[in-house]
T-cell receptor, first 113, second 114 residues
Framework: DAGVIQSPRHEVTEMGQEVTLRCKPI?????LFWYRQTMMRGLELLIY????????DSGMPEDRFSAKMPNASFSTLKIQPSEPRDSAVYFC???????????FGSGTRLTVV | AQSVTQPDIHITVSEGASLELRCNYS??????LFWYVQSPGQGLQLLLK??????LVQGIKGFEAEFKRSQSSFNLRKPSVHWSDAAEYFC????????????FGDGTTLTVKP
């Protein structure tokens, strides 16, 4: 199994541009999570899905952030427009259920200049 | 609401010494407990988990953890630390009433002295 696959690994963009982060979960996992990690705020849960349906998006910072999961093998996190304070490492994780634990991707390091 | 406390932000140990990282949790039902490790520039990796049965669980990389319900703790241990164990360690709690979600602690950074 290739694990959770995120792309791109690094993204540098200018303020105001749209950014799309992508995630392919492990096949058979029915939970998918998006996290953001910064030195100041640590690890923050942004949104998570169960069977492609968003369950909790209370961690999404503001309307500039949106996430979709059109099918069981793909999810996107979009920021439009991006701002410098969005600079962080964004992780995707998937899980087979409450007792399974998470498998994390390698993350996307986003820098907004 | 569930929560996890990792009391130590930063711990330094000498290579070859034993290690114990503390984790205390708050959860209203039977908890599922996890330890993850994050090496620099990497995602988090599951070290071990507890959800039932034997309260002493073994994980990868020679780590173990003990669930103590009376103390609401799930401390991580390793008898002899290697330089490659330097990383950040996260404790997490989930459970059947948590709709599939785990709550993470703030992490403990481990430095290993040669």
């Amino acid at each position: 199994d290739a694990g959770v696959i995120q792309s791109p690994r690094h993204e540098v963009t200018e303020m105001g541009q749209e950014v799309t982060l992508r995630c392919k979960p492990i096949s058979g996992h029915d939970y998918l999570f998006w996290y953001r990690q910064t030195m100041m705020r640590g690890l923050e849960l942004l949104i998570y899905f169960n069977n492609n349906v968003p369950i909790d998006d209370s961690g999404m910072p503001e309307d500039r952030f949106s996430a979709k999961m059109p099918n069981a093998s793909f999810s996107t996190l979009k920021i439009q427009p991006s701002e410098p304070r969005d600079s962080a490492v964004y992780f995707c994780a998937s899980s087979g259920g409450e007792s399974y634990g998470y498998t994390f991707g390698s993350g996307t390091r986003l820098t907004v200049v | 609401a569930q929560s996890v406390t990792q009391p130590d932000i930063h711990i330094t140990v000498s290579e070859g010494a034993s290690l114990e990282l503390r984790c205390n949790y708050s959860y209203g039902a039977t908890p599922y407990l996890f330890w993850y490790v994050q090496s620099p520039g990497q995602g988090l990796q599951l070290l071990l988990k507890y959800f039932s049965g034997d309260t002493l669980v073994q994980g990868i990389k020679g780590f173990e953890a003990e669930f103590k319900r009376s103390q609401s703790s799930f401390n991580l241990r390793k008898p002899s630390v290697h330089w490659s164990d330097a990383a950040e360690y996260f404790c997490a709690v989930g459970g059947s009433t948590n709709a599939g979600k785990s709550t993470f602690g703030d992490g403990t950074t481990l430095t290993v002295k040669p």
